[in-house]
């Protein structure tokens, strides 16, 4: 069985054509490179559902239906259905199936391992839950990347800096290549070796929006990779910062947002507050794009 051809027989059947084409094209038509964070935290949930897998699941799935036709992608976090076992996995490939094929999805699940155990993380994601794209850790190295990049057309984006609090302990550690002057930092190190190792449109990285002079910064050396911009929101993330930084020469780039839509659930109508919160992240965005250069 050809990597990326298995595991889901309804969708991959009918191909909505490669997730890179896929992200341009939601952009052209929604105007705003909003990516629809759904990370189901059980204390967060509206008043009315269950504190358990079923209440995540009905959350999740509402959360998709209100602020998903506004949004360019969709990002999970896997660990939030992960925490609840087979259950979760379970709630999660159903959550999957209901993603309409125009709409991208991103699993965060920050893999990276041996190469053998990301070539299984890799078919597990990929394979059998069929996402269009993953987060991962650039720790372990090349090994950590290429079982994923063996899956034709999928995204990965590699953990450059992040947005947490503290990132910058390991992230901002001065480093020096033999044979070149000065030092840079960690993160930035990981950025470049991503750049040049991989310049397709595929491959992009991962660079937080509570850190928009890093950000800003970083966008000017690398104008190539896809950014896929996590902490605006809830975090505070700088929003003008987070949508220059989509540009990127090789493919589209993405501003996440999570509890800022999440969040915006309230009592009765929940969903319909969340596609509200939606509607006016994308036109913040959207308004921030309009004064770009095309």
């Known amino acids: 069985m050809h990597p990326g051809r298995g595991g889901r027989s309804g969708r991959g059947a009918v191909s909505a054509g490669a997730p890179v084409d896929r992200l341009r094209e939601r952009l052209a038509r929604l105007g705003a490179p909003l990516c629809l964070g759904i990370d189901p935290h059980p204390e967060a949930l509206p008043p009315d559902l269950p504190r358990d897998v079923r209440g995540i699941e009905t959350f999740a799935r509402g959360l998709l239906e209100a602020a998903g036709p506004m949004a360019t992608a969709v990002k999970v976090n896997v660990a939030f259905f992960e925490a609840y076992g087979s259950a979760g996995w379970a709630a999660l490939e159903r ?18 391992d041996l190469a053998s155990t990301a070539e299984r993380q890799a078919a597990s994601l990929f394979g059998t839950l069929d996402v269009d794209g993953v ?3 650039p720790y372990l ?6 079982p994923f990049l063996a899956f034709p057309d999928r995204l990965v984006y590699v953990l450059a800096r992040t947005s947490n609090p503290s990132a910058g302990t390991l992230q901002h550690l001065a480093t020096a290549a033999a044979g070149e002057g000065g030092s840079q930092p960690l993160y930035e190190r990981v950025a470049r070796w991503v750049a040049g190792r991989w310049l397709e449109p595929r491959v992009g990285l991962v660079v937080g929006a509570t850190a928009p002079a ?10 190539g990779p896809a950014f896929l911009v996590p902490g605006v929101g809830a975090q505070g993330g700088d929003l003008a910062a987070a949508v220059r930084a989509c540009h990127g020469r090789l ?3 993405l501003v996440n ?38």
Do not use: F, Q
Request: proline share 6%; glycine share 8%; aromatic share 2%.
């Open 135 to 137: 987060t991962l850790s």
């Open 95 to 112: 959550l999957r199936a209901d993603v309409p094929a125009e709409l991208p999805i991103i699993a965060d699940a920050k893999r990276g």
């Open 141 to 146: 190295g090349e090994d950590a990347i290429e």
């Open 251 to 253: 493919a589209p780039g």
């Open 257 to 294: 947002v999570s509890r800022g839509i999440a969040g915006e659930a309230r009592d009765g109508d929940w969903r319909a507050s969340m596609a509200a919160a939606a509607l006016r992240w994308n036109e913040a965005m959207a308004e921030v794009g309009a004064t770009l250069p095309a």
């Open 214 to 223: 890093e950000l800003e910064a970083l966008r000017r050396k690398l104008p």
